[in-house]
């Protein structure tokens, strides 16, 4: 986003947690428009508030906030670290609703200012192992229906953008789990995914769901939503089928020592 964003000739200021991959995007980024950026953790309230000064004193202002940053977290609810839902719910829905309340004052006075909320297509209807992280997502979608209203008044765009699978570093940076075998296969390129998202936030679309995977899961979630969890429960049933094969056997007890 924010290269495409750079690419346009927008002045962005990226943010993420890695000096060194922000130092390197905006290396990239020279080639179309000085990209500043500035690390931190996005769920730090004093970093939110140091983010919108930085864009709003060296960039004279702020016209669109994306609120991209987020990740998941895999396991049965029952048996992730009970932490999980906190940190969860903290990155990918007080950190972006906090983030937008602490730019709204500004973005009052942009140009045609308008505000992105990265969210996923499991924000429409969950799938089992990823409790924490849907019900984050499907946060995510209230905020940005209420926003969209209330906003709408002062000039202020809100566009939801739900992304299926994206091809990005979002499995191996899972905040406890790993990829469960039945979500495997290619997502799309993340610079269609961008296009697709600012072509949306051009045309004030109120939401996005770039790529046919997407859709196709979005349909489903509307008008057959038991589809997505009978298919999901196979899935599930076959991983712990799988799991199961590959635990070494029991240790085999003598037959007098049965009860
Ligand atoms: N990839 C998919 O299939 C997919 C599908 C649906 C929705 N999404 C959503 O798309 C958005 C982008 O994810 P992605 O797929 O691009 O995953 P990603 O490659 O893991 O990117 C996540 C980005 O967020 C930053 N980040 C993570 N935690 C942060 C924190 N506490 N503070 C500041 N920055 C933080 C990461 O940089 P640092 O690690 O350096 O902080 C990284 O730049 C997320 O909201 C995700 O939920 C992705």
Known sequence: MALELARRGCRVVATARRQERLAE?????DEYEPMLHEAG????????RHLVEVAVTRLGGLDLVVAAAGGGGIGRFRDVDPRLLDRILDLN???PAELVREALPHLANGRDPAVVLIGSILGLHPLPLHAAYAAAKSGLHSLAACLRVELAAEGIDVTMASLGPVESEFWESLLEGTRPGWSRGRGMPPERAAEAILWGVARR?????????????AFLARYAPGMIDRWAARGLRRDSMATAATEPAAPHRPSGDEP
């Open 205 to 217: 679309r109120a939401e996005i769901v770039p790529g046919w995977q997407a859709k196709g899961y």
């Open 25 to 29: 995007l905006a290396t990239t980024a």
């Open 41 to 48: 953790d996005i769920c730090d309230p004093g970093f939110r």
């Open 93 to 95: 829905l007080v950190a």
